[in-house]
């Protein structure tokens, strides 16, 4: 039987802006391809981060919009507030969920918000040329990192998933990676799960993906694969949180 | 069936919000307006409304950005270092087109300043504060009715225009008692065009709210709908108070609480047989430019008196075009002018001109 390889409803037949081995691609299909299967798409209101994927508007075809960098929980909050019943989630990377807004983020999970957050953590910050981000590795170079990243003035790695796992009010926490097709299959069941977490009332969800940079690690997409593999998820260790 | 009630600022403020129909607020605690907060966590439940006291007025702007997207009515009020933290939320709001009430209790600044009323932040309320090229309506209520009046009607003015409106009352305003009457059965403010929310694509086009155009010329062209915008706002929503202007040729301009003194001081010179008037702007954005102008053009002196460094002023002067005719009185972080202070400047002015002739 010859089927199609063809987009998912949910997303946009548009020319990708990313860079060459970017994960982004990947996971925004992957979100497409969840809400096309939950039949969510006319139900959905995505709000986007500032960093790479601000963008992110442009390839799925389902209700969305801006926030103000960090505030992206905050302005899920009030989306879902007033539509309870609709999928309201978040798309929000190192910057934007680990640092200029962890107040949001930690806030909306101690509220029990009954958003999903989809949190790219790709250890730098890429839109704006690969300055150092929370979650950079210790030992690494980025822009701002330019001597590496040394704990005593630079400070640690952040766990975020780790933090919130202590409040009562999050639900559903889980961290995936999607640096080999088992991994991309393992983001797919945790996209769901994290949305089904939503749509059964139970509260606040999160997932966070490892995602690679190629351009701002200096590795080739492979290589970056490679890294994820044998370096971040030493650090980020995969699985679920909390349940 | 009009009832009255003896009512603060800040209460009739949130009761104003509650009976345009605003059923979204989002808030933290500051002083001079923690009644309002308060007032409002009990109003939104009682009424099926949202509360939210946020984790900061930031996050607060935000999630009245959120609650705006769907088309619902949302407020979310604060006092000068509070509305500072609110700007990027605002200047989001009026690139993002979305209506929403932002209310400001003003206190003495700048910093951490002191809790008591002040008029300090009308250049951060008319001539930005937040990034871009935007506008707020700014309406200054002089009185607890007009504080509720103003509040209730920014919700039809934010609707009307897609944008975010602020009212900018002060400590003094907030914290007083006084009489405030309205119908009971008062309607709630009627909803405008919702052709632009986001409430999932059922059966229609996706939407996306952004102020984000990176396009070649896209920007230019969203900022010319805006700016086509505003200036139809400046035609048509120009709104200020007259006392005893008639025959004036010595005018006190002000605004909020210094106009209820400026009145008093008319009273008083026109006993002394002092030609006294005052012109009171009441949208501070649109300001009144025109009428102003006219009024200069019939050769008069102006007083302008501001609970700040001067900031009014700087509108004033514009308006008359000639910075001799146009004097200031101010005071500073948080104190309040009194009837004697006014007089004084007043009757200097008329000094001044008598020397000349």
């Not at chain 1, 983001?187 to 969800?205: E, N």
């Not at chain 2, 070649?216 to 900022?223: F, P, R, S, Y």
């Not at chain 2, 035609?235 to 200020?240: H, I, P, T």
């Amino acid at each position: 039987m010859v089927g199609r390889f063809t987009k998912p409803r949910s997303m946009k037949d548009v020319t990708t802006h990313y860079c060459p081995g970017c994960g982004h691609g990947i996971i925004h299909r992957l979100i497409c391809e969840v809400i096309d299967e939950l039949g969510e798409r006319e139900n959905t209101i995505a709000v986007a981060p500032v960093g790479c994927a601000v963008l992110a508007y442009d390839y799925w075809d389902f209700d969305t919009m801006e926030a103000a960098h960090g505030r992206t929980p905050a302005v899920a909050t009030g989306v879902k507030r007033v539509l309870p019943d609709r999928l309201v989630f978040t798309y929000q990377g190192d910057g934007d969920l680990a640092a200029i807004g962890t107040a949001e983020i930690i806030h909306a999970g101690n509220r029990g918000e009954k958003i999903s957050v989809i949190f790219v953590n790709n250890g730098v910050y890429g839109m704006t040329g690969g300055q150092m981000a929370p979650t950079t590795l210790l030992g690494q170079t980025t822009a701002t990192s330019q001597f590496t990243r040394r704990a005593e003035k630079e400070g640690f790695p952040l766990k975020v998933l780790e933090m919130m796992s202590v409040l009562p009010g999050v639900a559903y926490l889980e961290r995936t990676s999607i640096h080999s097709p088992k991994d991309v299959m393992s983001t797919k069941k945790a996209i769901r799960k994290v949305f089904q977490t939503q749509l059964d009332g139970k509260g606040f969800s999160m997932l966070e993906i490892i995602s690679p940079c190629p351009t701002y690690w200096g590795l080739t997409p492979v290589k970056s694969l490679e890294r994820i593999e044998k370096e971040v998820v030493k650090e980020y260790p995969l699985g679920v949180i909390k349940q | 069936m009009k009832k009255k009630y003896l009512s603060t600022g800040n209460e009739a403020c949130g009761e104003g919000a509650v009976r345009a129909g605003c059923r979204f607020y989002a808030g933290y605690p500051i002083t001079p307006q923690n009644e309002l907060t308060a007032y409002m966590s009990r109003r939104m439940e009682e009424e099926n409304g949202i509360f939210i006291q946020a984790e900061s007025e930031l996050a607060a702007v935000s999630m009245v950005f959120g609650a705006a997207v769907t088309g619902a009515k949302a407020m979310t009020t604060s006092s000068s270092p509070g509305i500072s933290l609110k700007q990027e939320g605002i200047s989001y709001m009026a690139g993002c087109e979305l209506p929403g009430v932002i209310v400001n209790v003003v206190r003495g600044g700048p910093g951490l300043g002191n809790i008591s009323g002040a008029q300090s932040d009308y250049f951060q309320s008319t001539k930005g504060g937040g990034h871009g090229d935007y506008r707020m309506i700014v309406l200054a209520p002089a009185s607890v009715q007009e504080t509720f009046d103003f509040t209730y009607e920014s919700f039809g003015l934010a609707d009307k225009y897609r944008m975010p409106v602020m009212v900018l009352t002060d400590g003094i305003l907030g914290q007083m008692m006084e009489k405030l009457e309205f119908d009971d059965d008062i309607q709630a403010v009627p909803e405008g065009d919702r052709s632009w929310v986001l409430d999932g694509a059922k059966a229609r086009e996706a939407r996306c709210i952004k102020s984000l155009f990176l396009g070649d010329g896209a920007l230019e062209a969203h900022n010319i709908k805006l700016q086509k915008k505003y200036r139809k706002i400046e035609k048509e929503e120009v709104r200020y108070e007259t006392y005893k202007l008639e025959d004036a040729d010595k005018v006190i301009v002000a605004y909020g609480s210094v106009s209820r003194i400026g009145k008093a001081c008319v009273d008083r010179l026109r006993e002394e047989g002092v030609k006294a008037g005052l012109f009171r702007p009441v949208t501070l954005w649109p300001f009144p430019y025109k009428e102003l102008s006219d009024l200069a053009k019939k050769g008069t002196r102006f007083l302008v008196a501001e609970m700040s460094a001067g900031q009014m002023v700087e509108d004033v002067r514009l308006a008359v075009q000639d910075d001799m005719r146009v004097a200031f009185y101010g005071r500073m972080g948080g104190e309040v002018p009194t009837e004697e202070e006014i007089i004084e400047q007043v009757k200097r002015i008329k000094e001044k001109e008598k020397r000349k002739k």
